[in-house]
């Protein structure tokens, strides 16, 4: 399967937190270039980064990639990639997507690998991952966004529901979702074509839309959470982390 994987990275440059965020530097090269090479190393596909920027299609081509430009104006990288796409690849020869996003520097191939296997699954829409919550402060932090699932096969879960509330209830693990996701191609011309839902509105949480259309999506557990940089403290965490 891994012959038909396309893995695009979204980037835009209008962080409010942290503007410019893509052409960070981080051990040397813009945190972008990092990621890019992150998903090179995976080794599932052809790796594009799809930004709303030349300087950010610039840096990627200075070192050895491809970029694509798309529209300032998306909202997501669901959005963005689904652009990206029919201008790579619009004859359709990449039956699976894969959207690593453009401000996990330290994720690891491995990790991405992961993402990509539960599509081995014929009835499977959608896949992503999760870690298990060691840390307590992050069972009611309502910015970790929890995981509620049933185990489908060893380190693969079914999702039920994606919360910022603490869930499921009672003793037992919780689980940290990490938003990297792989999508058949058509699943994701379904969801980028359907309205906002009710719980994705509430939640603040995008693959609730895909829930409420009836998709199935199921989760890889991974060992580790990476960094996602989104302020200043977190861009420094990520060049401790890669020095």
Not at 135 to 153: D, L, S
Not at 213 to 239: C, F, H, S
Request: hydrophobic share 45%; proline share 7%; net charge negative.
């Amino acid at each position: 399967m891994s012959a038909s994987a396309l893995v695009l990275v979204p980037a835009r440059m209008s962080s409010t937190r942290l503007p410019g965020k893509p052409l960070a530097e981080i051990a040397g090269q813009p945190m972008i270039v990092q990621v890019w090479r992150r998903a090179m190393e995976a080794e599932i596909g052809p790796v594009v980064v799809a930004c709303d920027d030349a300087r950010i299609a610039e840096a990627v081509a200075a070192a050895g990639g491809e970029a694509v430009l798309t529209d300032p104006a998306h909202q997501s990288g669901s959005d963005r990639i689904f652009e990206a796409i029919g201008k790579v690849d619009p004859d359709g020869r990449h039956s699976v997507i894969v959207n690593v996003q453009g401000d996990l520097p330290t994720i690891e191939p491995e990790a991405i690998r992961a993402c990509f296997q539960p599509l081995e699954t014929p009835e499977v829409d959608i896949a992503t991952l999760a870690t298990e919550i060691t840390v307590a402060e992050e069972r009611t932090n309502p910015n970790v966004v929890k995981m509620v699932g049933t185990e489908v096969a060893p380190g693969r879960m079914r999702a039920l529901y994606f919360t910022r509330a603490t869930a499921p209830h009672g003793n037992g693990p919780l689980y940290h979702h990490i938003g990297l996701y792989t999508y058949r191609r058509a699943a994701l011309e379904r969801f980028v074509s359907l309205p906002q839902s009710t719980l994705e509105k509430r939640e603040k949480l995008e693959q609730l839309r895909a829930l409420e259309d009836g998709m199935r999506i199921d989760v890889a557990l991974v060992d580790t959470v990476p960094l996602g940089v989104d302020t200043p403290a977190d861009l420094e965490r990520a060049r401790a982390a890669l020095a």
